[in-house]
């Protein structure tokens, strides 16, 4: 891959990834952003397209004075040739501005670069201006006929910085608001809305977070272990792994919105279907019955975290997950959170509940893992905003707390419905349940084939 130099803020950009180029005196030249190229093609004779700058653009460029170029130049920060200085070199004085205004000192920086423990060049993008619309958050709410305060409370629910109502919105922002805009048009209320901010925000957050944090810990990580010092081993990474995957985190999600969408798709259309048919009256709408939720525990996590340490701990919740994701598909079900030590888990049908909790209790040692504990409960259970939730939910994981070391005991209510077919359930007793008002009957599910335990008293 290309990298080249935005010709107008100089950042380096791969000609891959650039937002926008355009031919110009029999040379291409490649932007970072459509407002990059539009500044210049407005006049392309005033933007210098040679690989340098001077001192006076470099300070035209970044606002910094010229005492404070000499300031960076003094401290080999900035390393000039003839007396220019690279494009790059304009990203680099907004980034040690940047990390001055958090509280890194400029003459720290340039020991630490002096010392060769510090390098630049990922810096680079953090000196990137993204580009910004000619509109103010209060004038695009005004716009599409919704309230500043309530655009505030979007973005707060994406996670997203609180904005000023006089701040001018990024040009990448503008679509994302105006398709709030249309949400509010049908009618939808504000606190609807808001719930699908959540949902999307936390999501994204979540994988943002993710990444960075996989990158330092396993690609860089590689890299260190070869003997490369950690700024060598980060920019290392970011060549030959990090540009040779370009937008791979923002692919790779899209991808997987897409193919999970499929699914819930279907289904959302599938009932639409079974709707007009039982309005036709060709057929009534089948019942819907009793679902399951699950909570599975592995046991002693926490001793054995004290024992092994938070890194082996970390290593043993993720083959937990891993676990569990190849076993509940099979069984028409569903990983609603992880919990570290554990998983939550939804069923539509509360057998096949039972059948992937044992499962999953017969596979924990298999895999090196320490025995779960499980508890499911059937009945009614609401869903919004990506969880399910109700009282079904809350004696699932109380039931959890009393099973045994591979044990997989269940509600009243479930062995009421239950089918019973691949396992058999054996009464354990009346159990009190911690915020739980009356007793709950458990029993506890046994594969068929397997020999039922002793019973116990509640």
């Not at 803020?9 to 952003?33: K, L, N, Q, W």
């Amino acid at each position: 891959m290309a990298m080249v130099t935005d010709p107008v803020c100089g950042m380096r950009i791969d000609t891959a990834d650039a937002a926008a180029s355009v031919e110009y005196e029999g040379e291409t030249y490649y932007f970072c952003s459509t407002l990059c190229r539009d500044a210049f093609l407005s006049d392309p004779a005033s933007v210098s397209t040679t690989t340098r700058v001077t001192r006076d653009e470099l300070a035209a460029r970044t606002g910094a004075s010229l005492e404070r170029i000499a300031e960076l130049v003094a401290l080999s920060i900035l390393q000039p040739e003839d007396g220019t200085f690279t494009r790059g070199d304009v990203m680099r004085v907004r980034v040690v501005d940047q990390l001055n205004s958090l509280g890194i000192e400029t003459a720290a920086l340039g020991n630490a670069a002096a010392a060769d423990e510090l390098t630049f060049g990922y810096l680079e993008s953090a000196g990137r201006r993204l580009p910004r619309s000619n509109r103010s958050f209060s004038e695009l709410s005004d716009e599409l006929g919704v309230s500043f305060s309530t655009v505030e409370r979007v973005f707060v629910a994406f996670g997203l910085p609180r904005p000023a109502a006089d701040e001018r919105v990024r040009e990448e922002d503008l679509e994302a608001i105006r398709q709030l805009g249309v949400l509010f048009a049908v009618g939808l209320e504000e606190a609807d809305v808001l719930g699908l901010a959540r949902v999307w925000g936390d999501s994204a957050r979540r994988a943002a977070q993710y990444l960075p944090h996989h990158f330092h810990t396993r690609v860089e990580g590689r890299f260190r272990e070869r003997g490369l010092r950690d700024n060598e081993a980060y920019e290392t990474a970011l060549l030959e792994v990090g540009l040779r995957m370009g937008h791979s985190g923002e692919d790779l999600l899209g991808w997987l919105f897409r193919r999970h969408a499929e699914a819930f798709t279907l289904e959302h259309e599938l009932e639409h279907v079974e709707t007009a048919l039982e309005n036709a009256g060709v057929r009534p709408r089948p019942p819907r019955g009793d679902e399951a939720a699950v909570f599975a525990d592995l046991s002693g996590f926490t001793e054995l975290a004290e024992e092994s340490g938070d890194e082996a701990a970390a290593e043993i919740a993720l083959d937990l997950a891993q676990l569990v994701g190849e076993i509940v598909p099979r069984h028409r079900g569903e990983v609603v959170k992880l919990l570290g030590d554990g998983v939550y888990l939804h069923f539509r049908d509360p057998d096949d509940a039972v059948r992937a909790a044992l499962e999953i209790a017969a596979s924990t040692t298999g895999r090196g893992l320490p025995e779960a504990h499980i508890g499911i409960n059937a009945g009614p259970i609401l869903y919004d905003q990506g969880d399910y939730f109700g009282r079904t939910v809350n004696v699932a994981a109380r039931i959890a707390s009393k099973a045994g070391p591979g044990q997989v005991f269940v509600g009243e209510a479930l062995a009421a419905a239950s089918s019973g077919d691949g396992f058999r359930l054996v009464e354990k007793g009346d159990f009190e349940l911690k915020g739980i008002a009356k007793p709950v009957r458990i029993f506890e599910a046994i594969a068929d084939g397997d020999t039922p335990p002793a019973k116990e008293d509640g």
